[in-house]
């Protein structure tokens, strides 16, 4: 598994600094201008696809051996969504490592909630039965701070380039109420 998300960031790495990845970048920004300088648009296109797809069917094909069972229930939980969107949004989009960061602290949130780890959340009012939905609860709250507070993930934010601040929340509800 470690032998896989490097292989998709050393992938990764490779598209970012490339004759691709700078075409990748020109079509998403403008299409058109992309075109007139020169780049195949559909063939840069059809490239990404591939490649999204080949790291998605090598991660997929390490869940089905790690399974052994695949169906509807245990393949498509929404928890496995919420999580992959959370692991990129608290490392940050738009970096190489960033997901990588986001996906171990994640992890490491997960297993504190769940009371896996020597030093795990002990919640005298939540009984045993409740604790799934209350990591959950913990989950959805922890997405919304990150979106509001920390939108450019954690590795931008210690990095020093941006600051946690009531200013900053100020600035982007003022931004998106106009």
């Known amino acids: 598994m470690c032998g896989a998300a490097a292989i998709a960031i050393a992938v990764t790495w490779w598209v970012l600094r490339s004759r691709f990845g700078y075409g990748l970048i020109a079509i998403r920004e403008n299409e058109e201008a992309a075109a007139v300088l ?47 969107i959370l692991m990129a949004l608290l490392g940050g989009t738009g970096t190489v490592f960033g997901p990588a960061a986001g996906a171990v602290l994640l ?15 002990d919640l005298p009012f939540v009984s ?36 946690l601040s009531l200013s900053y929340l100020r600035r982007s509800l003022r931004d998106t109420s106009l």
Do not use: C, H
């Not at 069917?57 to 509807?72: H, K, P, Y």
């Not at 949130?109 to 959340?121: A, D, N, Y």
């Open 128 to 163: 045993t039965e409740a604790r799934p939905i209350v990591a959950q609860v913990i989950l959805g709250l922890l997405l919304v701070v990150v979106v509001i507070f920390v939108p450019r993930g954690v590795i931008d934010f210690f990095g020093g380039r941006t600051r």
């Open 38 to 84: 020169g780049v195949n648009t559909t063939a840069y296109k059809v490239g990404a696809f591939a490649l999204a797809a080949a790291l998605t069917g090598l991660a997929g094909g390490i869940f089905s051996q790690w399974n052994v069972f695949i169906n509807q229930d245990n393949a498509f939980p929404i928890e496995y969504n919420v999580q992959m």
């Open 107 to 121: 992890q490491l949130l997960i297993q504190f909630l769940g009371g896996s780890l020597p030093i795990s959340i």
